[in-house]
T-cell receptor
Framework: AQSVTQPDIHITVSEGASLELRCNYS??????LFWYVQSPGQGLQLLLK??????LVQGIKGFEAEFKRSQSSFNLRKPSVHWSDAAEYFC???????????FGTGTRLTVIP | DADVTQTPRNRITKTGKRIMLECSQT?????MYWYRQDPGLGLQLIYY???????NKGEISDGYSVSRQAQAKFSLSLESAIPNQTALYFC????????????FGSGTRLTVV
């Protein structure tokens, strides 16, 4: 079945530590790939997206993501986490020819001092 | 003013009542979407619209209806609310398709008692 999987429901990191959030997808062809962030009480904000080309994409707020075709993955990374990064993060895909985005179940990030 | 505005922000209603959630946008986007967010389930698509005359069902349209009153306005109705429709509802817009990413409203938290 086609799906978007975020295997980590909740991650806790210390401020200043590095972060990696995992996302795997199962679609026939490489879809368009996105990461969104949802701060408490807010809507979702686009962090970055991948269409084609360079497999390492840069986003806002110091985030980056790497597309790995062989692993069907699009993991989100940040070298040094700030307390303000505490939020919920959603991976999303737009399969080729699709009319809408499909979202993973989200990963909640807690940042401890 | 926000690009995508949802009203109300919070609503408590009783089982069996009809309720309407409203969404308006200033992005000038043709495409509008309604999503529902439940803890641990991510976002699920309820309805989407490509223009005023084009309305489409999403993954979980049962129990919901929509109206696209104008390019800028897209309303979601629960004809007879039930407790399992308690959720966070998001409206989103996109320029020409999901590959362009979405702009989200801040959400409406609906509680059905």
């Amino acid at each position: 079945a086609q799906s978007v999987t975020q295997p980590d429901i909740h991650i806790t990191v210390s401020e200043g530590a590095s972060l990696e959030l995992r996302c795997n997808y199962s679609y026939g062809a490489t879809p368009y790939l996105f990461w969104y962030v949802q701060s408490p009480g807010q809507g979702l904000q686009l962090l970055l997206k991948y269409f084609s080309g360079d497999t390492l994409v840069q986003g806002i707020k110091g985030f980056e993501a790497e597309f790995k075709r062989s692993q069907s993955s699009f993991n989100l990374r940040k070298p040094s986490v700030h307390w303000s990064d505490a939020a919920e993060y959603f991976c999303a895909v737009a399969p080729s020819g699709a009319n809408n985005l499909f979202f993973g179940t989200g990963t909640r990030l807690t940042v401890i001092p | 003013d926000a690009d995508v505005t949802q009203t109300p922000r919070n609503r408590i209603t009783k089982t069996g009542k009809r309720i309407m959630l409203e969404c308006s946008q200033t992005k000038g986007h043709d495409r509008m979407y309604w999503y529902r967010q439940d803890p641990g389930l991510g976002l699920q698509l309820i309805y989407y619209s490509f223009d005023v005359k084009d309305i489409n069902k999403g993954e979980i349209s049962d129990g919901y209806s929509v109206s696209r009153q104008a390019q800028a306005k897209f309303s979601l109705s629960l004809e007879s609310a039930i407790p399992n429709q308690t959720a966070l509802y998001f409206c989103a817009t996109s320029a020409r398709g999901p590959s362009y990413g979405y702009t989200f409203g801040s959400g409406t938290r609906l509680t059905v008692v």
